[in-house]
């Protein structure tokens, strides 16, 4: 755990910020596009489905998540943070996280902020702070909480228009091709599992057509602050997470692709790191610490 | 300079402090439910909680054992969770001899359902057969997943309505003294997946109407399948289950099918439904709890049903509802309703409901706050079958749930497959075929029952173990009934593969009570739907008598009223069905009174 560095230049695969949290990609992309697509999620969802379990449950969960960041940002950094990425978590939390009573929701929303702060390695946070509020409290309070995995509408057409508009943004943001390896290893890695257990290829796909892993592709595994840089390494790092993610499924492991990124993602990132601290001049600086 | 180090410091213990903050919840919660796991000691019941339950079935005679039925073989990798309904227990005096008697239904082909007739000396015998109620599986007409009695003509003895996935089965009541198969002159159709049914009188009008709602699509039999689509197309969101029925009661022995005359038009996946006047307008509201979606609120207007649940609040969050139970949990004489669902630990927390009416809820727009959790009945495994009722006669309104899905292997679980396939596409999900065998593994099985104690200020404690219920079966319906005429409220529990359980209660000395035995001249003779408002020692609850609710249950007729220490009756108010508002003065505690509609 170091302390919280400022942000330092953009590189040639860093240019404009696109939203604080996100590396940037691409100029021509709206800082605002993503936190604003997943709100549209969550409207769509909840207005469409009721995906929520309540209103005051998800906006307890961003207040507490931006009221951290806040908090924090002053106490260690001194100075006002951008809170898009803070919305983003919260917005996170409050979808994916499932539980009657409230208190969940504001212990989960803190606990994914504070771990930017807490669990850092070189000035960097190595965890994705959704995944692991969320990772923690499914391990911690299993009696308490679930995550979203069945309330969404099990419906292709509303399946369809989150993905190609996922798909589109995600292109733009230059990350796409993390979202397809994920995908393609999934689909790879569902037919060895089915031929391992004898059961029907579609139930080992379907997970990947629910609400959970539409979420988990666009916004936990593509997240810039808490993935690799190398294009080519974060397409290893998408197979690296579907393949440990078979091994939680074949010990059937109900949030299998949660605690697949929560191992595989710091991992990953750490042995960037020593790569890195070995060979400086032939790799690209290293993502800033989010603020 | 020294303030980051500081400051980190303190994030770092605040750190620490959220990631203890969930043991710490979890140890306040194994606090509050200490009790639950307390082992029976009798005299210690009583003087805790002020009573304690025996099952007391073998001795009472009744040894039976519900048996599930074998469908489609397509179905067979997947049987146990398919096959997982059936187990009903309805209460009826079929008799009028002033002794409840107990009907329970079997769900094999070809097996028998069984009426327990009262014996009057604490047993009961099994009178099925020579009443001809017994013979009602054969192959080919579906198997019973529950029962309903209603006087539907009015001459004074309880008809019985029996709900299949199959056939629909009238019998009249022939003066207690065998039964009459009447379905064909009723005009039932030939065919519903049905697990639920309610009498109700809908239009005021005199006569039993009844509602009806299926499960499964009609057109698909389940013993013959065309293809393995039958599954819900959502676990949360499903519109392609059965159709609703609605029969108006026309006096001749027929009924018409109106549903959709009077707005009750939907195809979700009904398992729960209960009639109250949940707005004290005189006409009865239909209150209906889906499985794989949101509940329904089918508010009457006298004239027809306006589906409402969203707007009251209790059709916004979908879950799997499997119960319909009212309560003035609050001694306040408003309905409170509990739905129950799914909660599995790593897997499901989805939280029974609770939902108590807000405060300034206007006749017209009643809305509800789901108050499960502040309460403390929201979570109870995997819940089917609840129902209210004063267990300790302290006054206030106690709520007895079962639950448990499938047990199988003890150490074997089916939950990540069930999640699995539960989480995807509606042509993944909809279509039997899909999901993973089963080979023998559990779902939410060897569950602990709940006996919740409601302490009067809004709280209920968890009291079953402590009380004597200690079985794991998978429970389905929870029946209520004085069936002693002791002035106490004994339980009676369906089971699925599982037996049927008596549990007899004992209530500690010096807690009194009052029932009331109603019956209408003008309303229905059955006075469902009517209403008594007890009034006592400046307190006041409200009941009333349903056609039907729990989930494939039906309560004892006769209401009842646990009084507490020294009690002062001021009146009793009854509502009938007709509109007619009778009081009672001079009531006397530890009484049954019978009482008849003035015409």
């Given at each position: 755990?170091?302390?919280?560095?400022?942000?330092?230049?953009?590189?040639?695969?860093?240019?404009?910020?696109?939203?604080?949290?996100?590396?940037?990609?691409?100029?021509?992309?709206?800082?605002?596009?993503?936190?604003?697509?997943?709100?549209?999620?969550?409207?769509?969802?909840h207005l469409s489905f009721g995906i929520l379990e309540s209103y005051q449950?998800?906006?307890?969960?961003?207040?507490?998540?931006?009221?951290?960041?806040?908090?924090?940002?002053?106490?260690?950094?001194?100075?006002?943070?951008?809170?898009?990425?803070?919305?983003?978590?919260?917005?996170?939390?409050?979808?994916?996280?499932?539980?009657?009573?409230?208190?969940?929701?504001?212990?989960?929303?803190?606990?994914?902020?504070?771990?930017?702060?807490?669990?850092?390695?070189?000035?960097?946070?190595?965890?994705?702070?959704?995944?692991?509020?969320?990772?923690?409290?499914?391990?911690?309070?299993?009696?308490?909480?679930?995550?979203?995995?069945?309330q969404?509408g099990?419906?292709?057409?509303?399946?369809?228009?989150?993905?190609?508009?996922?798909?589109?943004?995600?292109?733009?943001?230059?990350?796409?091709?993390?979202?397809?390896?994920?995908?393609?290893?999934?689909?790879?890695?569902?037919?060895?599992?089915?031929?391992?257990?004898?059961?029907?290829?579609?139930?080992?796909?379907?997970?990947?057509?629910?609400?959970?892993?539409?979420?988990?592709?666009?916004?936990?595994?593509?997240?810039?602050?808490?993935?690799?840089?190398?294009?080519?390494?974060?397409?290893?790092?998408?197979?690296?997470?579907?393949?440990?993610?078979?091994?939680?499924?074949?010990?059937?492991?109900?949030?299998?692709?949660?605690?697949?990124?929560?191992?595989?993602?710091?991992?990953?990132?750490?042995?960037?790191?020593?790569?890195?601290?070995?060979?400086?001049?032939?790799?690209?600086?290293?993502?800033?610490?989010?603020? | 300079?020294?303030?980051?180090?500081?400051?980190?410091?303190?994030?770092?213990?605040?750190?620490?402090?959220?990631?203890?903050?969930?043991?710490?919840?979890?140890?306040?919660?194994?606090?509050?439910?200490?009790?639950?796991?307390?082992?029976?000691?009798?005299?210690?019941?009583?003087?805790?909680?002020?009573?304690?339950?025996?099952?007391?079935?073998?001795?009472?005679?009744?040894?039976?054992?519900?048996?599930?039925?074998?469908?489609?073989?397509?179905?067979?990798?997947?049987?146990?969770?398919?096959?997982?309904?059936?187990?009903?227990?309805?209460?009826?005096?079929?008799?009028?001899?002033?002794?409840?008697?107990?009907?329970?239904?079997?769900?094999?082909?070809?097996?028998?359902?069984?009426?327990?007739?009262?014996?009057?000396?604490?047993?009961?015998?099994?009178?099925?057969?020579?009443?001809?109620?017994?013979?009602?599986?054969?192959?080919?007409?579906?198997?019973?997943?529950?029962?309903?009695?209603?006087?539907?003509?009015?001459?004074?003895?309880?008809?019985?309505?029996?709900?299949?996935?199959?056939?629909?089965?009238?019998?009249?009541?022939?003066?207690?003294?065998?039964?009459?198969?009447?379905?064909?002159?009723?005009?039932?159709?030939?065919?519903?997946?049905?697990?639920t049914a309610v009498w109700f009188d809908y239009d005021g009008?005199?006569?039993?109407d009844l509602f009806v709602g299926g499960y499964?699509?009609?057109?698909?039999?389940?013993?013959?399948?065309?293809?393995?689509?039958?599954?819900?197309?959502s676990?949360e969101y499903a519109k392609?289950g059965g159709r609703k029925y609605l029969f108006h009661?026309?006096?001749?022995?027929?009924?018409?099918e109106v549903s959709a005359r009077m707005g009750i038009n939907s195809r979700r996946w009904a398992l729960a439904a209960g009639a109250a006047d949940l707005r004290g307008t005189g006409h009865q509201d239909l209150f209906v709890a889906n499985d794989y979606g949101v509940s329904e609120l089918y508010l009457n207007d006298g004239k027809r049903f306006h589906e409402a649940g969203e707007q009251a609040g209790v059709g916004f969050a979908p879950k799997s509802g499997m119960n319909v139970a009212f309560g003035d949990v609050l001694?306040d004489g408003h309905y409170a309703v509990y739905v129950s669902n799914?909660?599995?630990?790593?897997?499901?927390?989805q939280g029974n409901n609770l939902w108590v009416p807000k405060e300034d809820s206007a006749a017209k727009t009643v809305s509800y706050d789901n108050l499960a959790?502040?309460?403390?009945?929201?979570?109870?495994?995997?819940?089917?079958?609840?129902?209210f009722?004063?267990?300790?006669?302290?006054?206030?309104?106690?709520?007895?749930?079962?639950?448990?899905?499938?047990?199988?292997?003890?150490?074997?679980?089916?939950?990540?497959?069930?999640?699995?396939?539960?989480?995807?596409?509606?042509?993944?999900?909809?279509?039997?075929?899909?999901?993973?065998?089963?080979?023998?593994?559990?779902?939410?099985?060897?569950?602990?029952?709940?006996?919740?104690?409601?302490?009067?200020?809004?709280?209920?404690?968890?009291?079953?173990?402590?009380?004597?219920?200690?079985?794991?079966?998978?429970?389905?319906?929870?029946?209520?009934?004085?069936?002693?005429?002791?002035?106490?409220?004994?339980?009676?529990?369906?089971?699925?593969?599982?037996?049927?359980?008596?549990?007899?209660?004992?209530?500690?000395?010096?807690?009194?009570?009052?029932?009331?035995?109603?019956?209408?001249?003008?309303?229905?003779?059955?006075?469902i739907g009517?209403s008594?408002?007890?009034?006592?020692?400046?307190?006041?609850?409200l009941?009333a008598?349903c056609g039907g609710c729990g989930f494939?249950?039906?309560?004892?007729?006769?209401?009842?009223?646990?009084?507490?220490?020294?009690?002062?009756?001021?009146?009793?108010?009854?509502h009938?069905p007709?509109g007619?508002?009778?009081?009672?003065?001079?009531?006397?505690?530890?009484?049954?009174?019978?009482?008849?509609?003035?015409?």
């Open positions: 755990m170091s302390q919280p560095t400022t942000r330092p230049q953009p590189t040639e695969s860093a240019n404009k910020p696109l939203f604080r949290g996100w590396t940037p990609t691409s100029s021509s992309m709206n800082p605002y596009i993503p936190p604003a697509f997943i709100t549209l999620i969550l409207l769509v969802g449950r998800t906006i307890l969960a961003i207040a507490s998540s931006m009221a951290c960041e806040l908090v924090l940002g002053r106490l260690l950094l001194h100075k006002w943070p951008n809170l898009a990425s803070s919305y983003i978590t919260g917005i996170s939390v409050g979808i994916l996280l499932r539980a009657p009573g409230y208190w969940p929701y504001v212990v989960c929303a803190l606990l994914s902020i504070t771990s930017k702060y807490v669990l850092r390695v070189k000035g960097r946070h190595i965890f994705n702070p959704s995944n692991f509020g969320i990772s923690a409290m499914l391990f911690l309070a299993s009696d308490a909480v679930a995550t979203l995995s069945i969404w099990n419906n292709l057409a509303a399946m369809a228009v989150i993905w190609v508009l996922g798909s589109l943004i995600i292109w733009r943001a230059r990350r796409f091709h993390i979202c397809v390896t994920y995908v393609a290893s999934f689909f790879l890695f569902s037919i060895v599992r089915a031929w391992m257990t004898g059961d029907p290829w579609l139930s080992e796909f379907s997970p990947i057509t629910g609400p959970e892993y539409q979420l988990f592709t666009f916004f936990m595994i593509t997240d810039p602050k808490t993935t690799v840089r190398a294009k080519w390494a974060q397409c290893v790092v998408a197979f690296f997470v579907a393949f440990a993610e078979m091994f939680f499924r074949l010990d059937q492991s109900i949030y299998a692709p949660l605690y697949a990124l929560f191992f595989v993602g710091p991992i990953a990132l750490l042995i960037e790191m020593v790569w890195t601290a070995r060979h400086p001049v032939s790799r690209p600086a290293a993502i800033p610490a989010q603020a | 300079m020294k303030r980051i180090p500081v400051a980190r410091i303190a994030v770092t213990i605040f750190f620490i402090g959220l990631l203890a903050t969930p043991a710490f919840m979890r140890w306040r919660l194994a606090q509050r439910t200490l009790a639950a796991h307390t082992s029976l000691d009798p005299q210690q019941a009583l003087a805790r909680h002020g009573f304690y339950l025996q099952e007391v079935s073998h001795a009472a005679g009744i040894d039976f054992v519900h048996q599930a039925p074998t469908l489609d073989s397509k179905l067979d990798p997947i049987m146990p969770e398919v096959a997982s309904m059936g187990a009903s227990v309805s209460i009826v005096d079929f008799d009028r001899d002033g002794w409840p008697d107990i009907y329970v239904t079997n769900s094999k082909e070809g097996s028998r359902n069984h009426l327990y007739r009262n014996m009057h000396d604490g047993t009961f015998k099994d009178v099925a057969e020579e009443m001809g109620v017994a013979d009602v599986n054969q192959p080919g007409t579906g198997v019973s997943m529950g029962a309903v009695w209603g006087d539907y003509d009015n001459d004074g003895y309880e008809d019985l309505f029996l709900y299949k996935w199959g056939k629909p089965e009238l019998f009249h009541n022939d003066h207690g003294k065998g039964f009459t198969h009447v379905t064909a002159q009723a005009g039932l159709p030939a065919w519903i997946n049905a697990n009008d005199g006569l039993l499964y699509p009609e057109d698909v039999d389940l013993w013959h399948l065309k293809n393995t689509r039958m599954m819900p197309d676990f392609n009661n026309l006096g001749n022995g027929n009924f018409e001694n799914i909660s599995e630990n790593g897997a499901l927390i959790r502040d309460m403390g009945v929201e979570l109870g495994g995997w819940s089917f079958g609840a129902q009722g004063d267990l300790n006669n302290d006054g206030t309104l106690d709520l007895y749930l079962t639950n448990g899905y499938v047990s199988l292997d003890r150490n074997r679980s089916y939950w990540y497959d069930f999640t699995k396939i539960a989480g995807g596409n509606s042509a993944i999900i909809g279509d039997a075929k899909d999901w993973p065998a089963m080979e023998g593994r559990s779902l939410s099985g060897y569950q602990q029952k709940h006996v919740w104690l409601n302490d009067g200020t809004g709280h209920f404690v968890d009291v079953a173990q402590a009380v004597g219920v200690t079985d794991t079966y998978d429970g389905r319906a929870v029946a209520l009934a004085d069936l002693w005429n002791r002035g106490v409220l004994d339980v009676i529990v369906a089971n699925e593969r599982g037996p049927l359980l008596l549990y007899k209660n004992t209530v500690a000395p010096g807690n009194h009570w009052i029932e009331f035995d109603l019956r209408g001249t003008a309303s229905n003779r059955s006075a009517a008594i408002e007890l009034n006592w020692n400046e307190q006041k609850q009941q008598i494939s249950a039906e309560n004892g007729r006769r209401l009842h009223f646990g009084l507490g220490k020294d009690p002062h009756i001021e009146k009793g108010v009854i009938w007709s007619k508002v009778q009081t009672l003065d001079a009531l006397t505690p530890d009484k049954i009174y019978t009482i008849e509609e003035p015409k």
